[in-house]
């Protein structure tokens, strides 16, 4: 038998799918972490002034709130954006003709 | 010979490459690459907070900062990680 189609399709673009699944499970994660990381970071210059000995309860009040506002001015700036592209879709359309 | 030798290796692909060995070593490059990443955001957060005009060696006072600003940093990270969690499970609860 042919030895390059006796492996699992790797010459017509199909992926093993135990690996397939694998990439899709660490990319996921790795958005997590990158969201992780941006979040610390942007929260950090607004809930710490100088580092103390502990992370005081209202610093990590703000922590977690400034999380919660991050995603609500990310699904906002989505949502308001889907919303101005529906009225100009109407136009793009009309040029695609 | 053989010719088989390639099916031992869960079948997917060439002979020599094991997929779950190959899985095991992009989950260590992940980790290691998140650990930079923490790393380099703490230096430049810590540096900020800690480091005035710079002298000529970091003093004590400088040293106690950035070592306190370290385990704050990771405090942070921590409750961010643990905030973003419960706010993702809370969207899929409500799909």
């Known amino acids: 038998m042919d030895s390059s189609s006796s492996s699992s399709g790797a010459g017509l673009g199909a992926v093993d799918p135990q690996l397939q699944h694998f990439i899709e499970v660490e990319t996921q994660k790795q958005r997590f972490q990158q969201l992780v990381h941006q979040m610390t970071e942007l929260c950090w210059e607004k809930c710490m002034d100088k580092p103390g000995p502990k992370l005081d309860s209202r610093a990590e009040a703000c922590f977690v709130n400034c999380v919660e506002r991050f995603i609500d001015t990310s699904q906002f700036i989505l949502n308001r954006l889907e919303q101005t592209q529906k009225s100009k879709a109407v136009f793009s359309e009309s040029l695609s003709d | ?95």
């Open chain 2, 1 to 95: 010979m053989e010719s088989g030798f390639g099916s031992d290796f869960g079948g997917s692909g060439g002979g020599k490459l094991d997929p779950g060995v190959i899985m095991e070593q992009v989950k260590v490059q992940i980790a290691v690459a998140n650990a930079q990443e923490l790393l380099q955001r703490m230096t430049d957060k810590c540096f900020r907070k800690c480091i005035g005009k710079p002298g000529g060696s970091l003093d004590n006072s400088e040293q106690k900062c950035i070592a306190m600003c370290m385990d704050r940093y990771m405090d942070a990270w921590n409750t961010v990680s643990r905030a973003y969690n419960s706010r993702l499970q809370r969207e899929r609860a409500n799909m």
